[in-house]
Structure formats: structure tokens, C-alpha cells
């Protein structure tokens, strides 16, 4: 009786390691049949497609006979990090994140099918083109998206690559998407992250006056600005991108407020991108002190920064504090909202990066025609490394609603070096229709 006792138990747990075997399979093979079926034929599947931008451009085009993209060099390189190459050597690329979905897969007979399919981007070819050649070899990115729509018309990350030249000899970090896949050292444009926390948390802050000597002490660690603002308001403290007022603000803020700010808007999180994720940027979380967390409410100490974050950022400012989720392919969908930040803190900032352009940048000379709100980084690395060079901001113009984010590693000054950038690309942006 014993050993037919033991015999049923076998029996059944077998049984029950068979069902669990098959189940597993089962789930793989939903998830991954696809993968499993081209791996041995990927190029030559039987499906055929066309990845196009907004004005119907071809960036690629697969069929059992070839694979290519498009037809000159500069569209080729300048989108590269947005359409990728057929063997998936940068990771946000359209043509391996979205391989499977592009080529059409039966589960009934585990095979590929012929399928057309056609891929259409809200990216514009020729205003990836326009930010890459305004780069002009430096590594950095630019991103562009419409805020009312959530449309991504423009991400550009350089250097990048040709992926139709087999003897490219791409330079160190081509296939990283800087925009996406990278973080940064902030430097001021942290400060719109502050002031939107001292905005909600300071009381009567339109009446403080910030005195600025060129530098201050913070618990016996001295800060130091990049110039003598003296007796300023909060707004042309932010204009003046004043060192001394932004430490004492964070200070006055306290850190455990400033981490649920960093927290809520989303920069210590990762995101995406339609089926592309993207890198979370940092904060010092432990208890630091005063002087550091001055050093932190400036964008500097810990604090790190992903591209693509700082546009949703921005991009809910320039809408009211609504947050429309960027898109990059046009599936049809509609737009994801939600509320991002207060009506009153978004009015308050959006009033405050105008305020920059007119009294601190020269707007009417460097931005002609645009109704631009703006913020500059200068993102001091130390030793002997140039600071990041970041321009992030907003077009205040119905007509014409885009957010951007222009970064150009090492590059130097904000105003100087990413400004011209954003310049040039927004120019070509109120040119779209």
C-alpha cells in the first residue's frame, strides 16, 4: 500500500512539474515567439515595411530583399538614434524596440507572416537634421515636443553614427542616446526645481530680498556665485541665476522638501518613451547639511539630471502644469495627461523664464520673433573638465507650442554655447506646420 502510495505522489507531482513546464513555455513562447522565430532569419522574415517621419520621409525601409534607410547621409546620421539599425546597437533605436511589432508574428504556426507595415514617427527628419548640424560634432542632445499634443518632433543625440556605412568608425558613445540613456550634472537649470518648491513653501516670498556679494558662508563653507547681484528680488535672482540666493533659498526650503519636489516631478524616476526606458537621475538623499544642500539647490553636489525628464518638466510649465506624456510614434492614441503641478507655481514659473530671456539674455537680439521662456545651465564639473552647457525653456506661443532641452556636454557657457542652438532650432521649428 505504501509503495503504491509513493508511486501516485510521483505521478502527480510529475504531473503537476509537466503543467507548470507547459505553462511557462507557454508564457515565453507569447512573449518572445517572435524573437525565437526571426533569430535565425531576421533580415529575410517574409514582412515588409516603411518607417516614415511626420511629412512621410523614409528613415528605413526592410523587405525580404533589403533593408535601407534614407537616402542621404545627414538625415541617416542625424536620426540614427531614433531609427537605430537592423541589429539593435543603440538601445532606443525604432528598428530594434520595435522589430517584432514591424514584422508581424503568428502564434498559431510559430512563424513569421507577410506583413506591410508602416511605422509612421511625430519626430521631423528635418528638424533633427537642423539640431545636428547646430551641434556641430559636440557630444549633447536636443529634444523638442510639442505640449499641447505630447508630439516629440525633434531628438537628436550626437555624436551618432551611419548605420547604411558597414566601415563607420563611429567616435566613443555614438550609440548612446544621450537624451534618454545618460544623466548629467544639472547646474542652474535646477534652479526652476527650487524656486518651484520655495514658490509653494516660502511665504511671502515676492517681498524677500536676496543680497549678493559675489559669495557667501553657509555654516562656515563658502559659496560662490558667478557674479555681484547685491539687493535682488526672487525673480531677478533667478534672472541672475545668483548662486547666493539660490543656497539660501534651498536652505530656507529645508532638504526633506526638496527631495519630495525632485521626487514628484519625476527626476529620480525612469521613464518612457513609448517602449523605451530611460535613465533616472539622482539627488543626495541621506542628510547632507546646509552647505551641501545649498551646493544641491544650485544643480550641483549629487545632483544628476536625464534630458528627457527636465522636458516633461518643462513642457508642464509651458501647459499650465499639465503634463502631456511626449510620444514619438504616432499610434493614434490619444495623449496621456495628468496634472503635473500647480496652475499657480506653473503661471509663476512660465512669468519667470520670460523675465529671464528680457532682462538677462538679450532676447530680443538673440531670440528675434519669439516668445521665449528660458532657463541657462552652467554645470560646473570641477578639475580641469568644461561645465555642461544646457538651454531648457519654452515657446509662450499658441500657434506654435514647443518645449525644448538643448545639452551640450562640456561645452561651456549656457548662454553662449546651447543658447544659438535652441536659436536655431526653434527658428526652424516656427517655420513647421
Known sequence: MKKITRRAFSVLLLAVLVIVGLTTYVLRYIDHGAEWA?????????SSGELLDRNGVVLAAFSANENRYAEDVLTRTANYHV??????????????TYWNKMQGFSLLTGTTRSTAATTRLFIDAGLNNTAYAALNGRSGCVLVTNYQTGELVCMVSSPAVDPADP?????????INRALSAVFVPGSIFKLITAAAAIENLPKLEERRFYCEGKTEIAGVEINCSGEHYTQTFEQALANSCNVAFAKIATLVGQDTLIRYVREYGFLDTHTLGDIPTAAGSFPLDFVGDPELGWAGIGQSTDTINPYAMLRFVSAI???GILVEPTMVNTGKAPVKSRFMATDTAEKLKEMMAYNVSYAYEGDFRFTGMKLCAKTGTAELGGDLTSHAWFVGFLDDAEHPYA?????ENGGGGLTVASPIAARVLQHCLRME
Open 38 to 46: 526571426l533569430y535565425f532569419n531576421r533580415l529575410n522574415s517574409g
Open 167 to 175: 566601415n563607420a568608425e563611429p567616435a566613443p558613445g555614438a550609440y
Open 83 to 96: 531609427t537605430g539599425d537592423y541589429w539593435g546597437r543603440t538601445g532606443t533605436g525604432i528598428l530594434s
Open 404 to 408: 525644448f532641452v538643448v545639452l551640450v
Open 318 to 320: 509651458g501647459n499650465g
